[in-house]
């Protein structure tokens, strides 16, 4: 038997859709050379992750045998795969591999953060390979929403692994390559061991459709439309947003592009030779002179980001431009579970404009970009895998994929984020289990889940803040009385006096009877006026708030 072994260890995407970090390794357990599929980012919300900027796998584990890790290959150049390339490189050091599109993309990152472009490599599609260590990987393309998305073939001593990233069976996409089954079926020809495979869609019991299918239905909305449109789809999506301009350009409308990410989307597709043509577009400067029945708009923040093109039209006026009653606004894309919020926040906005607002309830104007039920089914069968390993999914997710799986009768295995499968032989086995969790990139620094910033972010928020300030003399005596200030709590309590009033009486109270002992112990002293203020503040407005003390001895 041998002393290698093949192994599988998710550290993020597993259990979640977002920050997707897949590690692979082979050799002496312990000594594996490792590869790391994907190191994407997810995003935070007000009500868990409050201030917070963007949140990373924590790549712990990997970072302490960055020594054995080989490279890392990016599927694709959505942000929950590329984006927290730069953010980890230094860490890591390790150089990135991704197909023109994807490498465009993340070279701007690298830029952004000041490490070298060189660092990304062009890779080609299949059947080039890259040898890695024991590895030798290929790029094999798949349709998804974004142009030049790839599968892995990953070839390695125990056998062949197709890691698909995220797919859809497309075979007219409009930009990029369609889903090709006869060469999917070739690489499958020599034996898959395991197929690693995209698990969002698992529940929906329709084949997916193709891009092609929302060209009409959007010309013929654009076409109807009377003032002015605008349309806000995923700035990746450069076939949508294609398709978009398309339906301004005939129905004899100017395009605009507004938003970063929009334009910097359709200068990469450009730069890298995805998309030969595009509609002429005018700029927003260009646009305000123009009338406004002749203008199609194509903007940023899907999602009801609170400062994308979408918010601010939604607010008032956005670079001179602003939508009246009888505009139209359509929402050609599907909103990611827990952004829904935002978006309606946005589309009532909207509507007290007197804007109609039109968004994807009856399925016309958006496709997914992955592979639902009937589509995973057909790759099963097309790689004829001997063990499914699904990723790219909540729990509910991947462990529906793997029933789905063994329906088929073949092996399926649910490993979740820290799960390290070894599949040497001919069946999976967990191995062992590795600490991982999320990594806060709070303004300029990086924060763990663990350390305790957010949460106490979280207490303030959710609380109210009191600070208390005590000055005492060379003997240990209280010197005057002690003082309040007070964030984000009511200033009137139930006593109807001042809550700074109420607070501060009861603690001159409580210092005025303090033993020595007490009086000459900080921690003491901090402790006993923490519990005195969050029972006062309790009685008097119901809330426990966070307490600082800060308590100044004269000596």
């Known amino acids: ?15 979640e859709i977002g920050m997707n970090a897949y590690v692979y390794g082979y050799g002496k357990p312990g000594q594996e050379r490792l590869i790391l599929v994907d190191l994407g980012v997810t995003f935070p919300d007000m009500d868990t992750t409050p201030g ?26 959505h942000e929950d795969h590329v984006g927290a ?24 990152k690298m830029e952004e953060h000041g490490y070298p472009e060189d660092a990304v490599h062009t890779a080609s599609a299949w059947p080039e390979q890259i040898s890695v260590g024991p590895f030798k990987v290929g790029f094999l393309p798949v349709s998804h929403s974004i142009p030049e998305s790839a599968a892995l073939v990953i070839d390695t001593p125990e056998g062949r692994i197709v890691h698909t990233g995220d797919f859809k069976l497309d075979e007219n996409p409009i930009v990029g390559e369609p889903f090709d089954p006869n060469l999917w079926a070739e690489v499958a020809k020599s034996g898959v061991k395991a197929l690693v495979c995209d698990s969002t869609n698992v529940f929906s019991p329709h084949a997916g459709r193709s891009e092609s299918e929302v060209g009409p239905e959007i010309t013929r909305l654009v076409e109807e439309a009377s003032g002015m449109v605008v349309a806000t789809t995923f700035a990746s999506n450069v076939a949508r947003v294609k398709t978009l301009a398309e339906a301004g350009e005939r129905a004899g409308r100017s395009v605009v592009l507004l938003g ?28 305000v002179d123009m009338p406004r029945q002749n203008l199609m708009l194509i903007v940023t923040g899907s999602q009801g980001e609170r400062r994308a093109a979408s918010a601010q039209l939604a607010r008032g006026k956005y670079r001179g431009l602003e ?65 499914i390993i699904p990723m790219h999914g909540e729990h509910r997710h991947l462990r529906e994929h793997a029933k789905l799986a063994e329906a088929g009768g073949r092996t399926g295995i649910l490993a979740v984020n820290g799960t390290m499968l070894d599949l040497t032989g001919n069946a999976p086995r967990v191995v062992d289990y590795v600490e991982t969790g999320r990594t806060y990139l709070d303004g300029t620094v990086k924060v763990g889940a663990l350390d305790g910033v957010v949460r106490d972010r979280i207490r303030m928020a959710l609380n109210g803040h009191v600070t208390v300030t005590v000055i005492l003399d060379e003997e240990d005596e209280p010197l005057g009385e002690p003082w309040c200030d007070t964030m984000g709590l009511s200033e009137i309590g139930s006593s109807r006096a001042a809550l700074v009033e109420v607070l501060e009486e009861d603690l001159n109270q409580f210092l005025m009877r303090a033993d020595a002992k007490t009086l000459r112990d900080d921690d003491k002293l901090e402790e006993a006026i923490r519990r005195i203020v969050r ?13 600082t003390t800060v308590i100044s001895r004269m000596k």
């Open 1 to 15: 038997m041998s002393s290698e072994r093949l192994i599988y260890l998710p550290l993020g995407g597993a259990g």
């Open 52 to 77: 917070v900027d963007l949140i990373h796998a924590d790549i712990s584990w990997l970072r302490e045998r960055a020594d054995r890790l080989g490279a890392v290959f990016v599927t694709h150049a």
């Open 85 to 108: 390339v730069a953010h980890c490189y230094e860490a890591l050091g390790a150089p990135v591999f991704a197909r023109a599109f994807t490498a465009n993309i993340a070279r701007r």
């Open 260 to 287: 970063r990410a929009m334009r910097r989307m359709i200068e990469a597709a450009t730069e890298t030779g995805i998309l030969t043509s595009f509609p002429r577009v005018v700029s927003a400067e260009e646009a």
């Open 323 to 387: 939508l009246k009653e009888g505009d139209l606004f359509l929402f050609s894309s599907k909103t990611i579970p827990g952004n829904e919020r935002g978006v309606i926040f946005i589309m009532n906005q909207l509507s007290e404009k007197g804007v109609d607002v039109v968004d994807d309830s009856a399925g016309l104007y958006h496709v997914s970009g992955h592979a639902n039920r009937p589509d995973l089914e057909k790759v099963h069968g097309l790689v004829d895998p001997q063990m």
């Open 535 to 547: 029972q006062t503040a309790k009685t008097e407005i119901g809330k426990k708030p966070e307490v």
